[in-house]
């Protein structure tokens, strides 16, 4: 008989082995999804929603459900981490280019954190406003559908407030803007009974304007640009935007562009980065060049004695793209600038030495 003390220093239980490493794994990924959604309560939204929907197609455990831990497929969770840490990473890429857009960081938090985001929110008959969502869709303006562009973290549209537009205030989403009352003066000038007659040549003049409808019809669906617009020459503003013209007496138009007069042959260059949409002699405005900027904005170059640019050429700021002259209805030499959006004329001194992001 073996005495008590001997058999308790002899004895050696028998352990039941417990694998602890699948369950420490299982605890492991349960706490990393708890932080992510701690962190990042959107992202993880998102995320816990896809993963429901995939496991609704394959049959695999949804990501923190506890009743199916015990089924939880390893391979396939660290595929859905790495693509819920791949759209974090496109997100942040997104947000970071559109807010290089704006005038500070705190600007850009401030619009990007909005609903809606009117830029800017008061103007005057004739100018142009740039509008961002955060959802897609479109927007109504004065009866017509305005669809609104991916770009960034938003979606974007310009809204052209027409020249003959009534003030007041107009809902715009969930923002107000407001259109301010203003005085456009008139102007007269006296031509030739031949110049004159150019005005009744009609059929060349519509035969134009189908090349300029279709050459503005077609935009790039993202902004071309990245710094800001400049004049496009240097010269004596002879003509400013929204002058109520006059030829040889008799009312005319409404002069939806500003004159730039300069000696003939003077450089002209590009207002901003863009595409050459046309560049073609026409029958009034003589050699003219329209160059597109994105978004349905479209800068507008007229009566040059030369082109130097040719349709679908990409032009920087600044190049050199035609010569001043007095080409088509004209009366000396002179550059007639304009910017078009979505086919309507819209101010251009609001441009310069700016962006619509900064307005």
Same mark, same amino acid.
């Given at each position: 008989?073996?005495p008590r003390n001997e058999r308790n220093r002899n004895f050696q239980p028998k352990h039941r082995k417990v694998r602890f490493f699948p369950i420490l794994l299982r605890l492991a990924v349960v706490s990393c999804v708890t932080v992510l959604m701690v962190l990042i309560p959107?992202?993880?939204?998102?995320?816990?929603?896809?993963?429901?929907?995939?496991?609704?197609?394959?049959?695999?455990?949804?990501?923190?459900? *506890?009743?199916?831990?015990?089924?939880?497929?390893?391979?396939?969770? /660290?595929?859905?981490?790495? *693509?819920?840490?791949?759209?974090?990473?496109?997100?942040?890429?997104?947000?970071?280019?559109?807010?290089?857009y704006y005038l500070n960081e705190q600007i850009a938090d401030q619009v990007m954190d909005s609903d809606w985001s009117l830029i800017p929110s008061t103007v005057s008959p004739g100018d142009i406003i740039l509008v961002r969502h955060n959802q897609p869709g479109k927007v109504?303006?004065?009866?017509? $559908?305005?669809?609104?562009?991916?770009?960034?973290?938003?979606?974007?549209?310009?809204?052209?407030?027409? &020249?003959?537009?009534?003030?007041?205030?107009?809902?715009?989403?969930?923002?107000?803007?407001?259109?301010? =009352?203003?005085?456009?003066?008139?102007?007269?000038?006296? #031509?030739?009974?031949?110049?004159?007659?150019?005005?009744?040549? %009609? $059929?060349? &003049?519509? =035969?134009?304007?189908?090349?300029?409808?279709?050459?503005?019809?077609?935009?790039?669906?993202?902004?071309?640009?990245?710094? %800001?617009?400049?004049?496009? #020459?240097?010269?004596?503003? %002879? /003509?400013?935007?929204?002058?109520?013209?006059?030829?040889?007496?008799?009312?005319?138009? *409404?002069?939806?562009?500003?004159?730039?007069? =300069?000696?003939?042959? %003077?450089?002209?260059?590009?207002?901003?980065?863009?595409?050459?949409?046309?560049?073609?002699?026409?029958?009034?405005?003589?050699?003219?060049?329209?160059?597109?900027?994105?978004?349905?904005?479209?800068?507008?170059?007229?009566?040059?004695?030369?082109?130097?640019?040719? /349709?679908?050429?990409?032009?920087?700021?600044?190049? &050199?793209?035609?010569?001043?002259? /007095?080409?088509?209805?004209?009366?000396?030499?002179?550059?007639?600038?304009?910017?078009?959006?979505?086919?309507?004329?819209?101010?251009?001194?609001?441009?310069?030495?700016?962006?619509?992001?900064?307005?």
């Amino acid at each position: 008989m073996i005495p008590r003390n001997e058999r308790n220093r002899n004895f050696q239980p028998k352990h039941r082995k417990v694998r602890f490493f699948p369950i420490l794994l299982r605890l492991a990924v349960v706490s990393c999804v708890t932080v992510l959604m701690v962190l990042i309560p959107q992202e993880a939204a998102d995320f816990q929603t896809a993963s429901i929907e995939q496991s609704q197609s394959t049959n695999l455990p949804v990501i923190g459900n *506890r009743s199916d831990d015990s089924a939880l497929n390893n391979e396939a969770l /660290t595929d859905k981490l790495e *693509r819920f840490a791949q759209m974090t990473t496109e997100k942040k890429e997104r947000r970071a280019k559109e807010a290089a857009y704006y005038l500070n960081e705190q600007i850009a938090d401030q619009v990007m954190d909005s609903d809606w985001s009117l830029i800017p929110s008061t103007v005057s008959p004739g100018d142009i406003i740039l509008v961002r969502h955060n959802q897609p869709g479109k927007v109504n303006w004065l009866d017509k $559908d305005y669809k609104l562009e991916p770009f960034g973290e938003g979606y974007f549209t310009y809204l052209p407030i027409g &020249i003959g537009t009534k003030p007041g205030t107009y809902k715009i989403g969930n923002q107000v803007l407001t259109i301010q =009352a203003k005085q456009f003066d008139t102007q007269s000038i006296k #031509v030739t009974k031949q110049m004159a007659s150019m005005k009744q040549e %009609t $059929d060349r &003049i519509q =035969a134009d304007q189908k090349k300029i409808n279709l050459a503005r019809s077609q935009s790039s669906p993202e902004f071309l640009f990245t710094t %800001t617009f400049i004049q496009p #020459v240097e010269g004596v503003l %002879t /003509t400013p935007y929204g002058y109520t013209r006059y030829v040889n007496g008799k009312l005319d138009s *409404r002069h939806t562009a500003i004159d730039l007069a =300069a000696k003939e042959g %003077t450089p002209i260059h590009a207002t901003n980065d863009g595409i050459v949409a046309l560049a073609d002699n026409l029958y009034l405005t003589g050699n003219s060049i329209y160059i597109d900027h994105g978004m349905h904005l479209f800068s507008q170059y007229a009566h040059m004695s030369k082109l130097l640019v040719k /349709t679908g050429d990409k032009v920087k700021q600044g190049d &050199i793209i035609g010569l001043v002259g /007095t080409t088509g209805f004209s009366t000396g030499p002179h550059l007639h600038f304009t910017f078009w959006a979505h086919n309507v004329p819209v101010n251009p001194n609001l441009f310069f030495g700016t962006t619509p992001f900064h307005w």
